[in-house]
């Protein structure tokens, strides 16, 4: 106990002298080490100092500090915030030119397709001049008499071996030449034959005279192109 009440009464005393010496003494400008006033003034005689010197000055100056830091992570945190606000402007604007020019490219596409169809489709006019070109002509009076029903067979067509479509052929066009038109039975008949006649034709192709061939080839088509035409 005589050794705490001893030390508690040398604090006691080393208090007062320094508020004596606080109270007493006149702030005075502290020389640095190079011999030039270092811009910091005490009022203590041992020296001065750069940090707060009351507790009021140092709660002040670390309340600032604290304000000084949360407007810095505002700062940077708007300026983040802009930044990506610009990026996805950007990703937007992107996304928005790259689905333009897609339908703009299928448009493009759409129509070359329209316009090439259109030019290849032609018109009613085009059809029709083809399907006329495509078709057998009819025989000619000396190909077959109109009136009889009589066949002028071209030379190849004239072999003993097509004797029996020979007849056959001449009975269907005399009874259509008779009645005006062709049954249908009959009809389906003519074309039968005709298809057998040129079959048969083009497996001898390689043996016969071109002309000859193509005219009998010819001449097939439009026999069997006649039998669905009234006679006259």
Known sequence: MKVIACFAAAMLALGAVMAQAQSSTTPSLVIGTSGRPSGVYSQYPWGGYDHASTFSEGYGRGLGAVIRAQGEYNLNTSAAAINVSVARQQEIENRKRWT????????????????????????????????????????SPSELDIVTGEIHWPILLTAQGYSGQRVALEKAFADRAYHGVMQAETFLKVLQMAEDLLSDLKTQVRNLPTDQYLAAKRFLESLAYEASQPAG
């Open 100 to 139: 333009q020019s897609y339908f703009e490219i299928r448009d493009l596409n759409r129509q070359a397709f329209e316009a090439e169809t259109k030019r290849l489709r032609g018109t009613p006019e085009d059809w029709l001049r083809v399907a006329q070109a495509g078709k057998p002509k009819r025989l």
